[in-house]
């Protein structure tokens, strides 16, 4: 808070007969810094009676002018125009806060007047506005404090997350070689490469098959996940979409076939070939995972029907898929026993079964949809799912055949 | 009796008046409250059986030097410069403040006060942070609490040494 001061000093008459008007609040000294004479207000203001005031040092009534005292001489011989102290701090027996200001002038021949404003208004609406601002400033730094802190901490579990990733990686590819060793000398023996086998060796060693089976198809799933967690898509090529599901389809013709499930792939007279930039690969693991999974929990006697197509509406997602691209869907819909509402916003999270999966279905690692979703985000796609229990399920792989980054399409 | 005046200078918030009434009034609020202005007190310390007033001025602060009212400086024979232990920020500014200072006075006795020392370990970054300014600006560095009143005698007492050249403050 700035007063407007003018450039002579105080203008007063000899006699300063205008400065005992009501509301001007001042105190004259000599030379040596004696009170001479004390306005009513002045009085008022240091909260002191007037005659107590006569006589007094004006440093000791007014403490902030103590230290000054090489200045106060300088103003009263006028080598220095004035001494000016703004928003002196007053507290009163009951703890409240009072402000003033106060203007040394140099006055008559040899003397100094003070000129004291209460100023406790303004600078009490000024305190609670800084009040305010300083607050907001510490709690922003300890906002940037607790930022920094996150930064390092994500920094530190990424760092973590990938030394656990490669770990994982060496951990699945080291035991995946055995595997295969194991499983193939048990399939050999069980082909009797080695001599006949008894009914009870020929079961012990179809058990180990299995089970060897099992782990590498687990194992294999594990590398592909990671795999597709920790790369970015390298390759994108055009992948033509018909040709993808035809392979895929008559890849599992005779798991269908021996499931007892009737496998449907439509096809159009006036197909159109559809075509997205990506990675054939990944896609054709993708649906693969997909249809495993149909036939697996579709069960005897139900469908599985694969449909390709240029989407005309789109699914509400969120969020919203971009209504001015191009879609392409490939759509796996089964007849089995459905997905309840509860779990299908967690059937892509990895290693998640349902309970009715893990208790009555067919074995399965959990990771086939959560290779899925990663597979189709490595396009910019989404997948969708609509379920109803004991009415079966139908994944939809939405896929842009039109993304800006799109290669040869 | 000798009369000095005193500066406390520093970032708001940094505890410039819990210090002022922690050494006047041996009080102490948890509550934020900031200074607009200059709350001016005596208090006198005594240095070899000597006694000096020190007139101490516990000024506003602002986010940094810039904000420093030049004309609560005037006069100064000495000053306190207050940082915040637990915030960095308010103790890289010391250098600053010591510059201001300094170039209205030279040989203006200065010392340091790293205060909050009850919300940091002694062995916290912050304290070797505080360490290092003050042995750049070439300032004594006090650590203290306002809260705990550690510290707070020996700030003043060590700066009122200074004010009488007992003590190498400046």
Known sequence: MSTQLPEQPFPVDDQGQHLRAPGVAYLICDADLQVTDVGASGAALLGMPEVTLIGQSLTSICLPLLGNEDQLAAVCARTLPHLQIEQINLDDDQGRTRYISLVVWPYRQAELIVILSDVTLQSRQQQRLQQQHNELLLLNEQIAAQNEQLTALNAELEEVSQRKSNMMAIVTHDLRSPLTAVTGYAGMLLEETCGPLTSDQREILEAIHQQGQHMRDLLSRLLDLRRLEATELQKRTPVDLNLLLMRAVFSFHDQARLAGVEFCFPEDADEETLQVPGDADILQQAVANLLSNAIKYTGAGGNVTVRLYRATTLPALDPPLDPTGCWCVIEVADTGPGIADDDLHRIFDPFFRTDEARVRGPAGSGLGLAIVQMAVRQHHGRVHVISSLGQGTTFLLLLPCDAADAVGI | ?170
């Open chain 2, 1 to 170: 009796m000798l009369q000095r005046k005193v500066c406390l200078i520093g970032d708001f918030a940094v505890g410039k008046s819990s210090l002022f009434n922690r050494f006047v009034y041996n009080r102490f609020s948890e509550t934020y409250q900031s200074t607009i202005g200059v709350r001016v007190q005596r208090k006198v310390v005594t240095v070899q059986g000597r006694d000096v007033a020190l007139v101490l001025w516990d000024t506003e602060g602002g986010q940094d030097s810039s904000t420093v009212r030049e004309s609560y400086l005037a006069g100064a024979s000495g000053a306190v410069i207050v940082c915040d232990l637990t915030r960095n920020n308010t103790i890289l500014h010391c250098e600053e403040y010591a510059h201001i200072l300094r170039q209205k006075n030279a040989n203006i006795p200065l010392i340091m006060a790293g205060n909050k020392l009850d919300l940091v370990s002694p062995e916290h970054t912050h304290v070797a942070v505080a360490r290092r300014v003050a042995q750049l600006i070439q300032v004594p560095l006090t650590l203290s609490s306002a809260g705990s009143g550690e510290g707070v005698e020996a700030l003043f007492q060590s700066l009122g040494e200074g004010l009488v050249g007992v003590h190498p403050t400046s």
